[in-house]
């Protein structure tokens, strides 16, 4: 599923991966964006015309940053009814307004309390926003009316997991390579070093291209090129690659125009496994992208945004099981359940600000977000600068360098 901000309506619109406009999740942010207005519920003991069973839907006034968690809730919602109903005759984006209401209990309540381990303040939005969506469209006759809720034990859960989201937000290299160790093939290896190598998010894998583009007046190298550069004799000495990220396959700016296209830099280990998956594991497809799906049926396709997802959680449940089994020196930290993808890209980004502090001579507690580490690292990571200072996002990364220190000695001291 594909989102994009519509200059003609001023909303942001979405659209199938045929590029065919979902009509009645576009109605209702057309809807959003002019009249700024959703419906609620109002409980009732009597009944009339105007109401749903025993319940009256009331218009209620939101704000333009609700109209904006509202639409990116709503996608997160399709993005994983897509994934949800593959192979599932029953269920599917295309009957998504007449799913049944556990459907969407279990998404709230499993997907995203116990799978995905979201806060509570973040759960709240995605409650609001998918009920703000489906009174919608029982208003207007689409449906019929759902109460979406949070089970009342998930509320609790919930909250412990805002207090798990301090967890800390560091890997060593050490444990990333036992991760990479314990990947059961090339692609989850490849996947999970982008991210702790190169620093991207799981949706930037998808923009590894193999031919050669053209972004305006400009030619850039895809995957192929750089494979070959490999070979050759000029470049034997060379460490890091250069590939321009475009940013239509980054995170979203608020206005849905996608994020900031940047460079990244491939180390020359990383390249090779990636030309090594290219050549005995890739599909033989004519696919542009480098990682594509695996198919039983021969219907191979470019992965998707959550893929590199999916495969960081089957690794981190093989790293932890054998965590367990104490089979890791007691002086390596630890791969928690609640760590996600993510934390491979702050961990790149932390191993940066420390690099880059070093080199410049720099006291870690005296960098300030004007010095050139925030700026290296924000431009690393693709984070808005205006280049005189950090934003907030970077400035995260002065909390982690501390544990990587402290990581670091203990494992030389263990080792």
Not at 58 to 85: D, M, N
Not at 193 to 217: I, P, S, Y
Request: proline share 3%.
């Amino acid at each position: 599923m594909h989102h994009f901000q519509s200059e003609q309506f001023k909303t942001m619109l979405f659209c199938d991966q045929r590029g065919v406009p979902l009509i009645m999740p576009n109605i209702f942010l057309l809807s959003l964006n002019n009249k700024r207005n959703v419906y609620k519920p109002k409980w009732l003991e009597t009944q009339d015309q105007r109401r749903l069973k025993n319940v009256e839907l009331i218009t209620e006034r939101i704000s333009p940053k609700t109209i904006t968690e509202c639409s990116y809730e709503l996608r997160k919602f399709l993005v994983w009814l897509t994934e949800f109903s593959d192979g599932k005759s029953h269920i599917s984006v295309v009957n998504h307004h007449n799913l049944p209401v556990q459907i969407l209990n279990f998404y709230i309540n499993q997907v995203l309390v116990l799978d995905r381990k979201i806060s509570e303040k973040m759960l709240d939005k995605a409650v609001n926003s998918l009920s703000h969506y489906y009174n919608y469209l029982a208003y207007h006759g689409f449906t019929s009316f759902k109460k979406i809720e949070i089970e009342n034990e998930n509320r609790g859960i919930a909250r412990e997991n805002t207090r798990k989201r301090n967890v800390v937000k560091y890997l060593s290299t050490r444990l990333r390579a036992e991760m990479y160790a314990n990947s059961h093939t090339l692609r989850e290896e490849c996947l999970l070093k982008a991210g702790g190598e190169c620093g991207l998010r799981t949706k930037e894998n998808m923009g590894f291209l193999l031919n050669d583009f053209k972004v305006g007046v400009t030619i850039y190298q895809g995957m192929v090129s750089l494979f070959e550069m490999l070979e050759q004799e000029k470049f034997k000495d060379k460490q890091d690659f250069k590939y321009w990220l475009q940013g239509k396959y980054s995170k979203g700016r608020r206005n849905g125009l996608g994020g900031k296209s940047r460079w990244i830099f491939i180390p020359r280990d990383v390249l090779e496994r990636f030309k090594l998956y290219f050549e005995i594991e890739r599909p033989d497809c004519d696919h542009n992208s480098l990682f594509v799906t695996t198919s039983a049926n021969g219907a191979f396709g470019p992965i998707r945004e959550y893929q590199a997802t999916r495969d960081f959680k089957a690794v981190k449940e093989r790293v932890i099981e054998k965590q367990r089994l104490g089979l890791f020196p007691s002086y390596m930290d630890r791969l928690e359940d609640e760590h996600t993808y993510h934390i491979l890209r702050h961990s790149f980004g932390t191993d940066k600000f420390h690099e880059v502090s070093e080199e410049n001579g720099l006291q870690i507690e005296n960098v300030t977000h004007m010095d050139k580490p925030y700026l290296v690292v924000a431009e690393l990571l693709g984070h808005e600068t205006d280049g005189l200072e950090a934003p907030q996002t970077t400035r995260k990364y002065i909390r982690s360098v501390q544990e990587k220190i402290r990581l670091d000695k203990n494992i030389m001291r263990g080792s």
